[in-house]
């Protein structure tokens, strides 16, 4: 009598459904709850397993997926998605809300744990954050930028502590990268960023919401060193930096008179100003924070952005010109698979007035 193997024969989820396992359920309730017009052929269940195919497949377009492959029956029964007419599901983008994809993306945050960086608990909740500049369509006259181009400036918060986005805002090309953090600000988090950030108004704003900085500073402000403090740096560190000096100081020109620490040094020919109000935090783990703030300008260009950003330039200019928006970020595939794969990150949707 031939035995068989039950491992052999017993169905395996497709990577496409152990993707969506972590919100298929929710999903569900999500169709199951929404009003059915009489007409409406086509359901937000649908939608949403389609734009996640869309998201990670590596299609040039959404309209080459629905026409060349989906429509065309090339695409394994398994990933469970119906044909549809492309103008039905450009109809798609306005009739469901992106509320439903917010919704989604808080209980996915809810529900999934992230891992988290050891090494870096004990220094509190720390955020990249920094802002760049994407062109969008020219029908698209929010997003005000020159007299000849358009374009969207995406402020997004990284968190060192788990690597992850956990909050972006986006305006025009033109708007303003201070005024972008006091939308993000939050209570006990330390912002990390480069010196297109830091006046002495949004210092003290920071630190009255507060909040923390450690944000590198212009090298020809005025100032008063108030005491000098140790410095602290480990055996393998020593001879990596040049003129170090870590300082209390006070800027002449600061209205506010607030007492910060300034932490100065080079690195062959480069200066570096180091400006903080964290005291409890070493010279070296200052230095090392600021240094961590290039993980940001690694996550934006080639991960969430080229999948979002795509979407706004070939299905349809009004899902992202609603005016300056505020936009929860994209989830990371990691986050639904094996942590210690390869990453590849795509976006939920874009999701208005996240928190």
């Not at 260009?301 to 929860?328: D, N, S």
């Amino acid at each position: 009598m031939q035995m068989t193997d039950p491992l052999v024969n017993a169905e395996q989820p497709t990577v496409f459904q152990k993707l969506l396992e972590p919100v298929e359920a929710f999903v569900k309730e999500q169709n199951h709850q929404l009003p059915k017009p009489p007409n409406q052929k086509y359901e937000y269940e649908d939608f949403f397993r389609l734009l996640i195919d869309y998201f990670v497949s590596g299609t040039a377009s959404l309209k080459l997926l629905i026409k060349t492959r989906l429509n065309a029956g090339l695409l394994t029964p398994e990933l469970g998605l119906r044909p549809v007419p492309y103008s039905t599901c450009q109809d798609a983008f306005e009739r469901f809300s992106p509320r439903l994809f917010q919704a989604v993306f808080q209980h996915l945050l809810s529900s999934v744990s992230f891992k988290a960086v050891p090494e870096l608990a004990a220094l509190g909740t720390l955020y990249c954050i920094d802002g760049s500049l994407f062109p969008v369509i020219s029908s698209m006259l929010w997003a005000e930028y020159t007299t000849n181009h358009q374009a969207l400036k995406l402020h997004l918060c990284f968190e060192l502590n788990r690597m992850i986005p956990v909050d972006f805002w986006v305006g025009s090309g033109n708007s303003s990268e201070r005024e972008a953090l006091r939308t993000l600000l939050a209570a006990g988090v330390t912002y990390i960023a480069d010196r297109g950030y830091l006046s002495f108004q949004l210092g003290h704003e920071v630190c009255q919401a507060q909040a923390h900085f450690i944000f590198r500073t212009k090298t020809n402000l005025v100032l008063t060193v108030v005491e000098s403090l140790p410095i602290s740096l480990p055996t393998q560190a020593q001879g990596l930096f040049s003129q170090l000096t870590d300082e209390l100081i006070r800027y002449d020109n600061d209205p506010q008179g607030v007492l910060y620490r300034l932490v100065r040094f080079y690195i062959t020919h480069e200066a570096y100003y180091l400006l903080t109000d964290r005291r409890d935090l070493t010279t070296f783990q200052i230095i090392l924070l600021y240094a961590y703030r290039w993980q940001i300008d690694i996550y934006q260009p080639y991960c969430l952005l080229k999948c979002v950003f795509q979407v706004a330039e070939r299905l349809t200019a009004p899902f992202l010109a609603i005016g300056e928006t505020r936009y929860a970020t994209g989830v990371t595939l990691p986050t639904l698979c094996d942590p210690h794969r390869p990453t590849r990150r795509f976006g939920l949707g874009l999701l208005p007035d996240v928190h």
